[in-house]
């Protein structure tokens, strides 16, 4: 069983940025896949971000301004978020998975508003 726990959400203003970290109680090297995913309001979970295996993937509303990255020796997964917009208000969550585990973190909310 591994916990995930993200942090570094917050508000900040349109065009500010953030840096989310999901930090596991064990070892996220078995998992060959992990990601970032956002929940709005009335909207569904959506995926932000992943890295499955070595190749990383964005949606279209993250190219150009989020970077997904992992550091295995720290069990921590990261998403910087740059250039930050009011429709990327979520609550963001992490998912570590690897065959048929897959686990959630609690999520963490950013709010972008003046």
């Known amino acids: 069983q591994v916990q995930l726990v993200e942090s570094g959400g917050g508000l900040v203003q349109p065009g500010g940025s953030l840096r989310l970290s999901c930090a596991a109680s064990?070892?996220?090297?078995?998992?060959?896949?992990m990601g970032w995913y956002r929940q709005a309001p009335g909207k569904e979970r959506e995926l932000v971000a992943s890295?499955?295996?070595?190749?990383?993937n964005y949606s279209n509303s993250a190219t150009g301004r989020f970077t997904i990255s992992r550091d295995n020796a720290k069990n921590t997964v990261y998403l910087q978020m740059n250039s930050l917009k009011a429709e990327d208000t979520a609550v963001y969550y992490c998912?570590?998975?690897?065959?048929?585990?897959?686990?959630w973190g609690q999520g963490t909310q950013v709010t972008v508003s003046s």
């Open positions: 998912n570590a998975a690897s065959g048929i585990r897959s686990y």
């Open positions: 890295i499955i295996s070595s190749r990383i």
């Open positions: 064990g070892s996220i090297f078995s998992f060959n896949a």
